[in-house]
């Protein structure tokens, strides 16, 4: 960073000044592409101190950055104008699982439009003064947007846009046009932003409530959502739940918000996708106390998730329900950080299953045993180290590692939204945010062939993660719904793929105990990723798959 | 395909009649990736003479599309609804490039709504009755939206999305809720579609100003762009330059509308960024004749173009201008197809220079010479013949391939949007397109990282593109503009990545010779993809690139 001298220090320019909010807030990685209409912008990097990580395509830049920001409160992705647009995929998905991601676009100068607005990358129709087609697209999947087209209001725009982001755990959208990137303005002295407050009327009144509430039930159960981890209440809700002993599930979203460790933590909670004693422990409580759950098709098992207890406390980033009745003025994070400072002469000490009595069979390989899907996942679990951290594709890899008993924090998955692909640059992203951290990437086949190039950047920048490939010959979570030609692919030599890259270890394993060496030594080498491919049956599916295949036909197919 | 019984014959279903009418229009092939709100659809396909090709993403299956649609007058896509978003990379392109691109969306069933909104794959917000932000994304990128959710209007609605994909040569975007693929409608009789006419009276008119002028001047010249090869009016434009002996040039982008090699043809016109006989012919002309050309900064070069001649006439699919004035109602198609029509006894015979007298050094290859940019497209011209098509990728293989000397409809590039990664899957669409064409398919590494494991779709169809891998390494069209650690790319080993899709030829050369040796091995043989990489030193820049390092040097570095 060029040293700045004292006369110097009262200014600083827009785009050093959008670096510096990021980094102030904890970044120190942007993912993205270089293209004419950013290149100042990369290169303004360069001169500082966070470093641009060169994706080799945007929509991978997006996941990378997305995987960041899951496990770093912010993440960033650069991009050029319109050719850029393929990030949107990883934008959506960002938006509609809650994650932090900042996108800046470049665009053409003021100065150019003047001359004509007929660039390259734009869409520009006749007659526009200025493309705003991009603008209008991001509008529908950020919550907030910048243009940063005037000096006299970029700083105030720049902060407006990251607190909406860190507000809102959801992407927003700076558009930067690159005659402004060098732009100067006077050194802003950013204020604590003012966020929305609660009605302290409101708060204290839903907290009697839901204090009256729990003096008069029996068997409470708190049912945790991605959003405690988005919001970082984790702690907050452990503490309600640790004082008054209130048994925890969790979303699929939410896996390892809370450890799955706790003696709390009785499992996740899916409806009829549930194992069946988390079911039957949920479905008999008298009070059921959701924080930050979206009540989506995947999180509920296809709806099949029965809320009919007693009494029903539900809290989001949008509202406070208790029963039938809302709270708006009562902030999310306001709720639940007051929990634990209820006064309640109460302990529910009630039996509960807890995950950690799980039987998890002693992972023992047999020999030249050709591996099925349900082993692959006990032998993982054997390998399991407070180290690790799992980033899971959707797919079968998705029903198969959401039964896996992991620590807090250490599990991410695309499973709502479930843009195949997220896989691999999530795992490379997550591995660039907690680099002393091993992630383990959990991808199938079809997600793979997406995005499995962009270990192209693990190579560029010596990022070791491990992914496991499950090669089970298809789109095997769409098989139980439809059958056909598409659901083939072509069958890959994925352990060739370090040979192109010129980098890395590809091992393809089909018998337990070649699995169980693969972990055992990718787990054990550092400074290289490793591709472990696991070869399984077309239709061997996992337990998790099992269940859903079943619920499937209840429901009938077209669900 | 069912043979349909005589008392069945009498309705039709929605999703067959949409099947239907795309065969009608042509469309033998359907480029898409399943997922379970289009799986019933994909499973029509099936039964159906339109056959499904399977992509390995959405956006690689746009741009096979897209290729497809510019060399057949209509193109195919079909994805899920939400996360097959990364689409719009694709579909933007089609949209500022006008390619005729049918895009079909999956959505979710009317009746799941009413169970409730929040389903996978979807953006949708609180408390929305539909989620309508795809439709809203795609409202900007596309000219005509349908969504097929009530079976009264469906057939009409297929319809008029499909004519004005047709009329404007845009893409158009159709939503296709799941529960109604299989819907039963009366077979509809759909009527010849009434376009819009121009004005007689205005297009005598038109046509009295253009004869008057053509009386008046000495040295015409047509400049012809890409919108005359999508409306299909190359040989009325070839009539009427034949008649009176009009030298034709062309816009980058519609290069091969014409063919090269036809006497009157002078020659790719980019203002300063021309042949330089080219550029001092079209300058020094009285009178510019403007069919179908988008005046873009990469037309023009840098808007470089001097537009000096006494009189212009510009006509394109949106409007219609002599000099200083206006024709709002005459279209494009009238227009440019009554100009051989103009009965004038005069005949233009002045000296105008002609691409076929252009110097092509025979190529003789250099045993062991290593092998440079300029040499490169040498050495492709000698291997050209009649039945190839060149398709070309952004990067500095365009600047390169955009001196080759081609037949008519014989070269596709993605010069005005130029999003990088449309060459490989566009070379695979086209080869669909035109089975007995071989086409080959220009790209730089930084491209071919994008996308070039849609490769794997011509094994799975046996498709056998020829791919020219310009390996530069690195973003070598960057460099001019600004050098930098983000212009540096991993080196692949590009030529062992037949050995990860277990077919097709890869070949590495660096020499004259080798290089030579490969093209002729590749032209000559059918049957296998073939990827020829060929490396380049990192500054060495095709003679195109290096008129726009020294125009952009004039012109400023941020143009
Ligand atoms: C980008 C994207 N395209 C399409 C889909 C639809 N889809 C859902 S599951 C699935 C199959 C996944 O196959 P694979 O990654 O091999 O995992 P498997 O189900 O075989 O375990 C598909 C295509 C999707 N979710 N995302
Ligand atoms: C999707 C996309 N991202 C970014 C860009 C910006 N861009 C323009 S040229 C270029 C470099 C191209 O490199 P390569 O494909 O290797 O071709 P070369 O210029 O080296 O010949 C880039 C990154 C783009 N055009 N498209």
Redesign the pocket.
Known sequence: MAVQTKTKAKTTTIGKYLLDRLHAHGVEHIFG????YILRFDKLIEDHPIKLINAT??NTAGYMADGYARLRGLGVAC??YG??I?ITNAVSQAFVESSPLVVISGAAGIEEYQISPKLH?LYNGEGLERDNTQLEIFQKITVAQAVLDNPATAAQEIDRAIEACLEHKKPVYIEFPRDQVDATIPLPHPEPFQREASDPEALREVLREVQKILKNCNRPVIWVGHEIQRYGLADAVLRFAEKYHIPIVSSLLGKSTISEYHPLYVGLYQGELSREEVRDFVENCDCAILLGVNLNDVNTGIFSAVLEQENKIISTSSSTEINHHLYKEVLFSDFVGSLCGLELNICFRFDHPACIDRSFPDFAAKKGKKITASRVYECIQKHLKPEHIIVSDFGDCLFGSADLLVEQNSYLSNSYFAALGFGVPATIGAQFALPKKRVIGLVGDGAFQMTCMELSTAVRYNIDPVIILINNHGYATERPILEGEFNELVDWKYSEIPKVLQKGVGIHVETEDEFDKALAKAFSTRGEYFIIEVELDKTDYSPGLKRFCKLINIKGKSS
């Open positions: 592409l270089p293209g004419d395509r945007e991009v050029t050719v850029g393929n990358h």
